[in-house]
């Protein structure tokens, strides 16, 4: 999800799961959301199959 719609997710009382391929961008993110509620930072290439089935695993 873009940072728009995880803020938007915040502010509605959700949690917001925030990914990336940089750790650095990642915790960036999920510490300037973090703000708005919960918002937790994965730092994964999604092209990659393993690293994307691990982000879905609960």
């Known amino acids: 999800m873009g940072y728009a719609v995880a803020r ?7 949690t917001a799961v925030v990914s990336g391929r940089s750790q650095a ?4 993110a999920a510490a300037a959301l ?3 509620g ?3 930072g994965l730092a ?3 092209t990659d ?3 994307s089935t691990a982000c879905a695993s609960p």
């Open 8 to 14: 938007h997710v915040l502010d509605a009382g959700g």
């Open 25 to 28: 961008g990642v915790d960036e």
């Open 34 to 36: 973090s703000t708005h």
């Open 38 to 40: 919960k918002a937790v």
């Open 44 to 46: 994964a290439d999604l």
């Open 49 to 51: 199959r393993p690293p």
